[in-house]
């Protein structure tokens, strides 16, 4: 099998960069540029003759990625590639896997078919499994799903003392379970209610027994920053102190860390699967695996 080709696409350089080593192979450039109507303007100077083209780009607002990625894996295609796989180290659309209100759009399936129909495979992390059992279940490609948990467990038994693991809502048990799990730690789920975007309340978990200890928040996505301020202000009124945070997509939101910073939460990290200043644990050393089993499988 002759060697597989990585290519960023624009902002996923140093992300491709990193993966590329990790697996040993060579990355090729993509001429990107818009023209002054906006459209874009996509270029590979290499052939590409039946060889597995990876492309890495990872899919926070992902509005306007999404017709360049497009047309970058119909271009791979187009100059003779032989299989065309995705790396979206943050997979967007997770989060709307129902209609809550009549008439909704179903974006999570909608963005799922049109990356089933342009690409041969799917790697990414952590993607926002909600209500959907698993990838499967909305995408009709091959696909791995990378745990940062791992990760983050390692920051966490390096930077923080006596941990207790801390998830905000149900949905964190999974992330929680599987961090705390990993060491051995003390873990406790809280509960949520969501009243809009940036309004929700928490409640207290069980915490006896447990004084003493450093809550350490981990959940999958930060958005507006809310479940955290929220989660942290209710830790803080029960007694501990201000918690840490581990989470694994930092999507930050415009006034995410204004709202962080009032809460008192200083201490908090991501991974880099999105782009970020606290998106310092680096996931390419997990993820290179998963796009190794995918590119030895054969249809
Ligand atoms: C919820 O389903 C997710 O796991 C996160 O808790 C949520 O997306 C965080 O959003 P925000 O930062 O806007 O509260």
Redesign the pocket.
């Known amino acids: 099998m002759t060697d597989p080709v990585l290519i960023a696409m624009p902002g996923d350089e140093q992300r491709a960069e990193r993966l590329a080593a990790e697996l040993g192979v060579e990355r090729i450039a993509l001429e990107h540029r818009r023209f002054p109507d906006g459209e874009c303007y996509l270029r590979i100077d290499a052939e590409l003759d039946d060889l597995d083209v990876v492309l890495v780009a990872s899919l926070d607002r992902p509005d306007p990625k999404l017709v360049p990625l497009l047309f970058a894996a119909d271009l791979a295609r187009d100059l003779g590639a032989g299989r065309v796989g995705l790396v979206a180290p943050y997979l967007a659309y997770m ?1 709307q896997d129902r209609r809550f209100l009549p008439g909704e759009a179903l974006t999570s399936v909608s963005f799922a078919r049109r990356l089933s129909d342009a690409f041969d495979w799917l790697v990414t992390v952590d993607p ?1 499994l ?1 209500r959907y059992p698993t990838l499967d279940a909305v995408y009709s490609i091959p696909s791995e799903v990378v745990a940062a948990a791992p990760a983050l467990a390692d920051w966490i038994a390096g930077a923080i003392d006596r941990p207790l693991v801390i998830g ?2 149900e ?2 048990e999974q992330w929680v379970r599987a961090v705390a799990e990993a060491r051995g730690l003390a873990w406790r789920i809280m509960t ?1 209610q ?1 009243f809009g ?2 309004d ?1 309340r928490i409640t207290a978990p069980d915490l006896d027994g447990l004084v003493g200890h450093r809550p350490v928040l981990v ?10 301020a929220d989660a942290a202000r209710v830790l803080v009124a029960a007694g501990l102190p201000t918690p840490a945070c581990a989470i694994v997509h930092g ?1 930050f ?1 415009d006034r ?1 860390r204004r709202t962080l910073a009032e809460a008192g939460i200083e201490t908090l990290v991501c991974t880099d699967t999105v782009d970020a200043p606290e998106s310092r644990i680096q996931l390419a050393a997990h993820i290179a695996p998963a796009v190794r089993r995918l590119l030895s499988s054969r249809p």
């Not at 959940?219 to 955290?228: C, E, K, N, Q, V």
Request: proline residues 4%.
């Open positions: 989060r926002h909600h905000p809502d949905e964190s949520k969501r975007d940036h929700v959940d999958d996505i930060l958005s507006s920053g809310a479940t955290l999507l939101g995410a």
